[in-house]
């Protein structure tokens, strides 16, 4: 059959710069881990995380000692910048999992030279999202009774409150995750160990390799295994935040009880994780130079997902908007327009519509989307935005519910601000060491995107 | 072009789609005789009927759009089915007058003394009018049939001369149609079924509709694709990947409806409002939980067990069986969502309709999606006939041919 013609301009751009072999690849993403000197930028910006990841010893010390009377929660806001910070960055972990797991099972090739990054940035973003309610208990030290354990106290947890199926959701979600990360490293780290100069390297790369040697038998394993788990991490991008939105949803509050949270939510979730995924991306790939994988079709496609979750949260805005008047219920009512469009927060409100609503449209222009300037700016405008979004959930709802005689407002303390910057000082600090000690693309998946890594004749499309 | 190019067309498919016309035939019979002996229950039994269709194809919109927007091989293989689906919207406009005709006896908004003895309906009058509704109708059949013959007509282009422009402006006007798509059914489903309880209100609502319309998009493409890769011109053509694809992609549905529909029940169960939990009291007292068990099972249940495996994936009559359950079970839906709504001598009690009553004139119901899907499957037929049933100028034609050949 005659090959067609495909048109320039319906070609979609390579997932990786022409004129690589298999060397090459191997040598570029390695020689970060393995011959380049401490750059001094990296060394600066690490520096500067781990002072702002201290902030988070001190202020979880503040608490510890004096108890979480040193944050701003109170009667009648009991949830506050915990559960916000909570919120936030378990939604920036999606984007790691929908990339690695969902995007792999869709057969999208261009998901090989970010999933790595991304899956690191899950399990960062969950440590930290993790610590907040951990704090919040007031008595950490006593979170074991969450967990349905034998026990002689009389203890057995509500499983009604989907608090605690917060405790299952997050912390199944956060085995898999490091599971799923884990095994896909096995191969690269195999490379590392033989690659590596430095004795004391080759014994820690050897035991983390777990043994492997690179058979077509240990192929053909890992290859289920994989797959396996992105199976199993599939229905984890969603449940998560689903079971997050459940606690608020299956209460009565106005503002919390609407049954669109669910898929609004885990929307909301991979538009924070994407646009987190970005603001990392843009500056590490202009340091270490990685255009030739992490390409503009790249970016583009990532705005292309921002995008189209950010239509979906900017959907849910205006579908409360909408059954908040269409109810005639005079709290949905309230909440919408006295509370949230004119009360004391409405500043919130209308920076969360510019931030999540207005500006990401934007990325309707290719143009834009291709402009790392633009994206860089419009990422860290979609992440303020959606941690707005959950400050205008948690907080407006509680200042102002059914009863004007117990409203009241909410002012974090020092301490808020102290935890909530502190991990993102630990959040950083992690992955400034992952893109130094840990190959931070996928090498061995990256040759299979050449063409030399293809069967002679077959189609390239895999 | 080389010798090696087949011509997909298979203008014997108009000759099958004719036979549809008896089923449209004596279903309208049916209608005929269900709007004279059960005059009161005709227009919500059409109105069943209806919502099947146009879910149908609005379904078959929605993924012709994501399939511009997305690629893959799957979007190839089943664009012409899905253009032929979506072409059906101008007939389905007219095939609206019914519903027009009988709004006066299915939405009690319309009759002024109820909105005059009651604030919530006075509240909603800026919305909930008829002229409101009838304009918001014209304007959702204006957006649908505009959006779908633009791409058919385009994708003609496409076909016909293979220039370049023709795609770049499918996939252009893809995504604001998307937009639009979400926003005219988010209120369609308000107007149409939402106000059949006009205090009753939901946000997950409309996204039920969405899930439920691609759904019964995907069983009815899936059983086409396999119908079609039986006989000629596409014998041979459609691989076990891209069975294995589209049965992916139905399991995908499966589970986010049973996701929405499962969200916003425990959400009301949870929250037990006044304001919200008769909808649920109205469709699980009386009878209807055996109708409610009955789509968890067949809606749910099975087809999500077996779709887990591989080999049911891909194996052709399976899937077009497993699609053919689901595609009566959209049925199900739809009447256990919209038949409880009114129980004759209106209110919103917690005694609705008995189930039992409402299968004694489910007769009509069925002439309903008979008289309308039978119109239906003959115009959808003689669209896939008019044209090649693979888009061979896409850009993607090749690959997506080869995608399982190796």
Known sequence: MEARVIHESLKPAPVIAPGHTFESVTEKINAVVLTKKFGFGWIVGLAIAFMLANLLLLSTAVILIGGVGGFGINAPVGWGFDIVNFVWWIGIGHAGTLISAILLLLNQSWRTSINRFAEAMTLFAVACAGLFPLIHMGRPYFFYWLLPYPNVIALWPQTRSPLVWDVFAVTTYATVSLMFWLVGLIPDIATLRDRTKSTVLKYVYGILSMGWRGSARHWHNYESAYLLLAGLATPLVVSVHTVVSFDFAVGIIPGWHSTIFPPYFVAGAIFSGFAMVLTLIIPVRAYYKMHDFITDRHLDNMAKVMLATGLIVFYGYANEVFYAWYSASKWEQYMMFGNRMQGPYMWFYWALILCNGLVPQILWSKKMRLNVYVLFIVSIIVNIGMWLERFIIVVTSLAQDFLPSSWGMYYPTVWDFGFFIGTIGFFLSLMFLFVRFVPMISVFEVRMLLPESKPKGAAAHE | ?406
């Open chain 2, 1 to 406: 072009m080389a010798d090696g190019q087949k011509s997909y067309l298979a203008p014997d498919l108009a000759a099958s789609g004719s036979r549809y016309l008896i089923v449209a035939a004596a279903g309208a019979a049916g209608l005929a005789a269900g709007w004279f002996i059960n005059h009161d229950q005709f227009f919500l039994s059409y109105l069943v009927g209806y919502v099947f269709w146009i879910n149908m194809a609005l379904g078959m919109l929605f993924l012709l759009m994501i399939q511009h927007l997305t690629g893959g091989a799957w979007g190839v293989l089943t664009r012409r089915v899905l253009e032929s689906g979506a072409r059906t919207l101008p007939a389905l406009a007219v095939l609206f007058v019914p519903v027009i005709v009988g709004m006066h006896s299915l939405y009690e908004w319309t009759h002024a003394d109820a909105v005059a003895a009651d604030k919530i309906l006075q509240h909603k009058a800026p919305y909930l009018n008829t002229t409101g509704f009838l304009t918001r109708a014209a304007v959702y059949f204006v957006v649908w049939g505009a959006v779908a013959l633009l791409l058919a007509a385009w994708s003609r282009g496409q076909d016909l001369t293979g220039r370049p422009e023709f795609t770049h402006r499918m996939r252009t006007l893809s995504g604001p149609g998307v937009v639009m798509y979400g926003l005219t059914v988010t209120f369609m489903s308000t107007d149409w079924f939402m106000s059949l309880e006009p205090h009753w209100f939901s946000t997950m609502y409309p996204v039920l509709f969405v899930v439920g319309q691609g759904l019964a998009a995907f069983t009815l493409t899936i059983i086409t694709v396999v119908w079609l890769s039986g006989r000629a011109p596409l014998a041979g053509v459609v691989t076990q990947k891209h069975l294995h694809d589209l049965g992916k992609l139905m399991l995908a549905f499966v589970l986010l409806w049973a996701y929405t529909n499962f969200s916003q029940f425990l959400i009301t169960w949870s929250g037990n409002l006044r304001e919200e939990v008769p909808w649920y009291l109205k469709r699980t007292q009386e009878g209807w939980l055996a109708v409610a068990l009955i789509l968890v099972i067949f809606h749910f249940a099975l087809p999500f067990v077996l779709l887990l495996s591989r080999k049911v994936k891909q194996n052709a009559r399976l899937l077009a069986g497993i699609a053919a359950v689901l595609l009566v079970m959209r049925a199900v839906d739809l009447f256990w969502f919209l038949r409880p709504a009114v129980p004759h001598g209106g209110g919103e009690g917690h005694h609705g309709l008995s189930l039992m009553t409402a299968l004694s004139t489910v007769w009509i119901d069925l002439s309903a999606l008979a008289a309308i899907g039978g119109l239906w499957m003959f115009l959808f037929m003689r669209g896939l006939s008019k044209r090649p049933l693979l888009p061979v100028n896409d850009p993607h034609f090749e690959e997506a041919l080869a995608h399982g050949r190796h």
